[in-house]
């Protein structure tokens, strides 16, 4: 569901995000070692930053950005606490990324910025609302280089869980015109219990000892025609 920035900024200020697992998630560094991400590389909703920060260490040209300066200020101080301060955040908002001309090509109508999107958890978040959905692919395709490449990693309806859950039509309607969907999986999305999912549906889920789930998800690899 779209929330307006203060939503996001109270659960980093308050530490109830449940995706902040202190590691990038597990799919995301199984996709990089597979040779997944290429080139300039954007993590929308970046959060507590540590897929920019996994990808700066590893030597790629990445942007984070986030809507909420919470998470950008959450994901600065990580960075530098894990000794990568030149990793790049910026508060901006996922859905109007054409309106910036250096993403989306400057001058306006040259190319795009971006060779690679890993959108982690993002996308599902305007699981209900189909034109902010629209908007975000929209701008998404502003963004990516032709023959460029996004990942979404979303949580899947296909089992109990918490959050904003999918089902992988959603992705695979969602990116028609203009997009080819090449691969599309069941994955795992690593979250922790914390005060804000407490009182959903996590009683049948299968929580470690360290209070970590890895959650029913989907991994969509979309190239952009
Ligand atoms: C579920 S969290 C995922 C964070 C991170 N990618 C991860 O997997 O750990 C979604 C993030 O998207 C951000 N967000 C939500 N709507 C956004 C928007 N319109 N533009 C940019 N960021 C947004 C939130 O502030 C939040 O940090």
């Not at 203060?6 to 996709?31: R, S």
């Not at 950005?65 to 101080?77: G, L, N, Q, T």
């Not at 908007?135 to 949580?155: D, E, F, I, M, N």
């Amino acid at each position: 569901m779209t929330r307006p920035a203060d939503f996001w900024n109270t659960v980093y200020d308050n530490d109830t995000a449940p995706w902040v697992i202190g590691e990038p998630q597990p799919a995301i560094v199984a996709l990089e070692r597979a040779g997944g991400i290429t080139g300039r590389v954007l993590d929308p909703g970046c959060g507590a930053g540590e897929h920019t920060i996994l990808l700066t260490r590893l030597g790629y040209d990445v942007r984070g950005i986030d809507m909420s300066p919470s998470a950008v200020a959450y994901a600065r101080a990580n960075a530098a606490e894990q000794g990568v301060p030149n990793a790049a955040f910026e508060v901006a908002d996922a859905l109007a990324l054409g309106d910036r001309p250096d993403f989306a090509g400057d001058p306006p109508g040259s190319a795009p910025a971006f060779d690679t999107i890993v959108d982690s958890a993002l996308f599902h978040v305007f699981g209900t609302e189909d034109e902010a959905r629209a908007a975000y692919v929209r701008s998404l395709h502003a963004v990516c280089k032709p023959g460029g490449t996004v990942h979404v990693l979303a949580l899947s309806d296909v089992e109990p869980g918490f959050g904003p859950r999918i089902s992988d039509t959603l992705i695979r309607d969602s990116f028609r015109d203009g997009w080819a969907l090449e691969e599309l999986r069941p994955a795992r999305y690593r979250g922790r219990i914390t005060d804000l999912v407490a009182q959903e549906d996590t009683q049948d889920l299968d929580v470690s000892a360290s209070g970590r789930v890895d959650a029913a998800a989907w991994l969509a690899r979309i190239r952009r025609l």
